[in-house]
Nanobody, 120 residues
Framework: QVQLVESGGGLVQAGGSLRLSCAVS????????MAWYRRAPGKQHEFVAV???????NYADSVKGRFTISRDSAKNTAYLQMNGLKPEDTAVYYC??????????????WGQGTQVTVSS
């Protein structure tokens, strides 16, 4: 059983910064990639950023240059550094783990989410 626990969310003023963490626990899991998604009120889940096992990263256009994804394999933890936050970044942020044998999104593991609120 794999568990992902996000932390670091909160309320911040526009222009501020937050650092989200995603701690992964369990036995026998392997990681191909870790990603962050978000879901704003009344909207669908939106891709934010991904980092592969090789360290390659990719970002949504809306966060490029402001957000940085990273991971510490020794700690089984992924991070999302968010700078220059905007009110439109307000959402619940989810950490997602994709295993090497992934055949569909149904194989991914999701955390419970952490709320990020940016005030104007």
């Amino acid at each position: 059983q794999v568990q992902l626990v996000e932390s670091g969310g909160g309320l911040v003023q526009a222009g501020g910064s937050l650092r989200l963490s995603c701690a992964v626990s369990g036995s026998g899991f392997r990681v191909n990639a870790m990603a962050w998604y978000r879901r704003a009120p009344g909207k669908q889940h939106e891709f934010v950023a991904v980092i592969t096992i090789g360290g390659r990263t990719n970002y949504a256009d809306s966060v490029k240059g402001r957000f940085t994804i990273s991971r510490d394999s020794a700690k089984n933890t992924a991070y999302l550094q968010m700078n220059g936050l905007k009110p439109e970044d307000t959402a619940v942020y989810y950490c997602v783990l994709s295993p090497p044998q992934r055949q569909s999104p149904l194989d991914d593991y999701w955390g419970q989410g952490t709320q990020v609120t940016v005030s104007s």
